[in-house]
């Protein structure tokens, strides 16, 4: 079973300030790991995944995340934020196989400041 | 990509009402589909997982007579919250996969947000 460990509930930010999520996951096998946004009264957007290869990932928005397998951490960056960007965020664990199901993180809360 | 819908996006009840909602895969046939509840700021907590032309999986601490899961065909699920009330107001998110795919194609709906009077 995998599971995910979002470290802050909240994360306010200034505008155009760079900005780090921070996702630690646990698992026994190898994982597929996704970030997802979701504004206000809205579905989730998927932003990025990683499912092999390359360990730094880059999505939409300008964010971009690294799969450290060491530390068993997935942060999500952006190096300068907009008000826009203001949403909840959340880090997912899935395993391989076509029955894995994919378990989200608590969400963490990113305030953009003016 | 690929685009799932649901219906209604919001929904109001009176209490010990029933309701449904329906999540379409508009796009591509989805054999495997999914339905999450998130409460306010909150995570999504998996409900059940849907696949065509059988019963459906809940996850634990799910009353599976109380949240009715049919997936009659390849492009639609649906969830019936039979018999609601007010602490099953909530945001009810589908997702649908790609058939005999992971979950690395799995898509999600708008979601519905259903408050039971």
């Known amino acids: 079973a995998q599971s995910v460990t979002q470290l802050d509930s909240q994360v306010p930010v200034f505008e155009e300030a760079p900005v780090e999520l921070r996702c630690n996951y646990s698992s026994s096998v190898s994982v597929y790991l996704f970030w997802y946004v979701q504004y206000p009264n809205q579905g989730l957007q998927l932003l990025l995944k990683y499912l092999s290869g390359s360990t730094l990932v880059k999505g939409i928005n300008g964010f971009e995340a690294e799969f450290n397998k060491s530390q068993t951490s997935f942060h999500l960056r952006k190096p300068s934020v907009h008000i826009s960007d203001t949403a909840e965020y959340f880090c997912?664990?899935?395993?391989?196989?076509?029955?894995?199901?994919?378990?989200f993180g608590s969400g963490t809360r990113l305030s953009i400041r003016p | 990509g690929a685009v799932v819908s649901q219906h209604p996006s919001w929904v109001i009840c009176k209490s010990g009402t029933s309701v449904k909602i329906e999540c379409r895969s508009l796009d591509f046939q989805a054999t495997t589909m999914f339905w999450y509840r998130q409460f306010p700021k909150q995570s999504l907590m998996l409900m059940a997982t849907?696949?065509?032309?059988?019963?459906?999986?809940?996850e634990q601490g799910v009353e599976k007579d109380k949240f009715l899961i049919n997936h009659a065909s390849l492009t639609l699920s649906t969830l019936t919250v039979t018999s609601a009330h007010p602490e099953d107001s909530s945001f009810y998110i589908c997702s649908a996969r790609f058939p005999g795919q992971g979950p690395e194609t799995q898509y999600f709906g708008p979601g519905t947000r259903l408050l039971v009077l």
């Open positions: 849907s696949n065509e032309g059988s019963k459906a999986t809940y």
């Open positions: 997912a664990v899935s395993g391989y196989s076509s029955a894995s199901k994919i378990i």
